[in-house]
Structures are given as structure tokens and as C-alpha cells.
């Protein structure tokens, strides 16, 4: 079955297609359809279909039947590293000699889903972490595992210097978009917290650049947050960023930190130390503490300018949410910078003991 449009190819007459659970072989009882940035999400009782937009972004290219291909297949192959029992095929979804959406095979390939399997909501770790139902050996499990992860990970030396492009880059638009008028975060203290991050990633920029040349810096998630991560049994880590490999460049104790600093904001701080520990048993090595804050509030800063490009479109989804959230990101650099200030003159008798 399908819906025949003038132009098969559009993305409203693929949306609607695949929102309809008549489309189907196996018809489900009901379809639930999520916009996001990039991509439309089709959730069904036991699976689900993502389809991304044909879109194309300074840092991505959707822009192409072909591009999606590649980077459906890509989201498959990255994501199974973590997550092998959720991402199950790429299917393509078929334009029939008579212009009509169909999963029977036909000549012409209209686009191309990734498909996986659902996972339950409720035990995903924002859920769990929201329900105050989690537990420290559940973290370390996780932990655990992502440290394992890491260290079977292969160095990126020569692909380092990526790691350190990526950082100053979106420092500078951090900048950009964090001192828009419009946003009026004088009085949340935005000034120094931009000097701050800023002076830290030139001062410690050559901490980075050991840590590259020592093997420490590997090809990670890319978007290590509570909402990916799903505590059924094996767990699961879903959304690998897949669109960038850049972007998947990373000091695992950067990642790890950042997740922690999502916990963090939903209120489970003790689950930073944690993860921090889980690393150092598996690679050791650990960065400098003053690095550690440092990437904490670079990765705070950058998630309070996500929070506030929300309220830039048109129209705004969830207006209520994003100023709130985005002054709660700006409070945790603001603890990460006055940590590290505090830890001036405490550098010679050794770590003050806080992380993150």
C-alpha cells in the first residue's frame, strides 16, 4: 500500500507513508511519528524506523539519497559497537512503477530507514535517574563497560589534532552564539566562563596534544548522554553521532566526564566519580584535574548553546524548557571554573579530590 504525490521523492509524502501503519507488511497496532533536527523517528510497539532529512548542515550532508545510504549504514556499523542487539538493518523503502511508497521491492529506491529494536523507556538512565531508581553497581556496569570500550578503541594519533580543531572551533561559536544580545546571559556571568574556557584550552592546549601523542585520544560515541544509554541486560548505548567522524574524536575521559555532567544537570552528581573511576582502572593515565574542569565546562557552555538555538526557530518547540536548562548548563561551568581557581596553589600537594 502507499500514497501516491506528485513528487514520491518528498519528504511529507514519505512521512506520511511511513506514519501510517496500513504501509506495512505486518501492520503494527499503531505508529507514534518524532520530529528531530535531522531525521523523522517511527516508533512502533516493538520497533522502530528513523529517516533522515534530506538536509545539509556546515557539519553534515543528508543532502542525497546516496549520502543518506552511506550514513544509514554507518549509523548501523557505529552503533553496533555498543549497542548490537538495537540496531538490527538498513531497509530501503521503494518508489513502485506506478509512483507509489512501497517496502516491495521495485526498481527505484525512494530512500533508505535504519531499523531497530524498541527499547523500553523507562529504563533508560535519564528515566532512571528522573524516577530516582539507580543504583551505583548499575553505573559501574555501564562504566565498565565503555571503559572496555575505549581501550579496544584504536589510537588516533595522527587523526588527533581533529580533537583539538573540534574544541577551539566550537569554543569560537560557543562564543558567537552565548554573547547574542538577544540571549542577555550578562547577568548569568557569561563573559568569564567564555575567558575561562578559552584561556584554559591555549594554556592547556599542550596537555591535549601529549595525550595525543601518547595514544590516549580515540574514535568514541560522540553524543555520550543519559537518554542514549538504556539499563536492560547487556546494556545499551544507542545514537552513536555518526555523521562526523571529527566529532567522534575524543579524550575518552572528555566523554565520560560529559555524561557525567548530564547526570549532573538531572541531578545525580555522584555518578561523575564513578565513571571517572571506571577509566582509570582499565586505561589509567588520568588527565590533569584542572583539564578534567576544563572539559567539563567547555562541554557545559556547548550545551547551554544547543539549549538556546531552540528558541531560534520558528516556530519554538517546548519554549519553557530551554532558557531554564541552558542557565543550569552555565551554573555547572561556573562550578567547574571556581573549582579550578580553587585549585591554584593546591597543585603541589596534590588533587583537592572533586572531578568533572
Not at 531525521?39 to 553534515?60: C, G, H, M, T
Not at 539519497?65 to 552511506?70: L, M, T
Not at 506506478?98 to 523507562?122: H, N, S
Not at 519554549?319 to 543550569?328: Q, T
Request: with cysteine.
Amino acid at each position: 500500500m502507499g500514497s501516491r504525490t506528485g513528487a514520491m521523492t518528498a519528504l511529507g509524502a514519505k512521512v506520511q507513508f511511513l506514519a501510517d501503519p496500513a504501509s506495512y507488511p505486518d501492520p503494527p497496532g499503531r505508529i507514534m511519528a518524532k520530529e528531530t533536527h535531522m531525521s523523522w523517528v517511527f516508533i512502533a510497539d516493538r520497533w522502530v524506523l528513523k529517516l533522515k532529512k534530506p538536509v545539509k548542515r556546515a557539519y553534515l550532508d543528508f543532502s542525497t539519497i546516496a549520502a543518506r545510504e552511506f550514513y544509514c549504514n554507518e549509523e548501523l556499523r557505529l552503533n553496533r559497537r555498543l549497542a548490537q542487539d538495537t540496531y538490527l538493518a538498513v531497509r530501503p523503502l521503494y518508489c513502485s512503477e506506478d509512483g507509489y511508497l512501497t517496502f516491495k521491492q521495485a526498481e527505484r529506491v525512494a530512500d533508505w530507514l535504519v531499523e531497530m529494536r524498541r527499547l523500553p523507556t523507562d529504563e533508560m538512565l535519564d528515566a532512571r535517574i528522573g524516577a530516582s531508581r539507580i543504583a551505583p553497581d548499575e553505573i559501574a556496569g555501564i562504566a565498565d563497560r565503555l571503559a572496555h570500550f575505549y581501550r579496544d578503541r584504536t589510537p588516533e594519533i595522527a587523526g588527533g589534532p581533529a580533537y583539538i580543531r573540534h574544541l577551539l572551533e566550537e569554543h569560537e561559536i560557543n562564543r558567537e552564539m552565548l554573547l547574542r544580545p538577544e540571549f542577555d546571559l550578562a547577568t548569568a556571568g557569561i563573559e568569564p566562563l567564555i575567558a575561562w574556557v578559552g584561556a584554559g584550552l591555549s594554556d592547556m592546549r599542550s596537555l591535549i596534544e601529549a595525550r595525543i601523542a601518547q595514544g590516549r585520544i580515540v574514535e568514541g560515541h560522540g553524543d555520550l548522554r543519559p537518554e542514549h544509554v538504556c539499563l536492560i541486560d547487556p546494556p545499551q548505548v544507542i545514537d552513536c553521532l555518526e555523521f562526523n567522524r571529527a566529532m567522534r574524536i575524543i579524550d575518552p575521559y572528555d566523554e565520560m566526564n560529559y555524561l557525567g555532567l548530564e547526570c549532573e544537570v538531572l541531578g545525580a552528581g555522584w555518578i561523575t566519580p564513578l565513571l571517572l573511576s571506571a577509566l582509570d582502572k582499565v586505561l589509567g593515565e588520568r588527565p590533569d584535574d584542572r583539564l578534567i574542569a576544563l572539559y567539563g565546562g567547555f562541554r557545559a557552555l556547548l550545551r547551554a548553546r544547543l539549549c538556546l538555538v531552540h528558541l531560534l526557530e520558528h516556530p519554538v518547540r517546548k519554549p519553557e524548557k530551554w532558557r531554564p536548562l541552558a542557565l543550569a548548563y552555565l551554573n555547572a561551568a561556573r562550578q567547574r571554573m571556581l573549582y579550578q581557581v580553587s585549585m591554584i596553589g593546591t597543585d603541589r600537594t596534590g588533587s583537592i579530590g572533586l572531578s568533572g
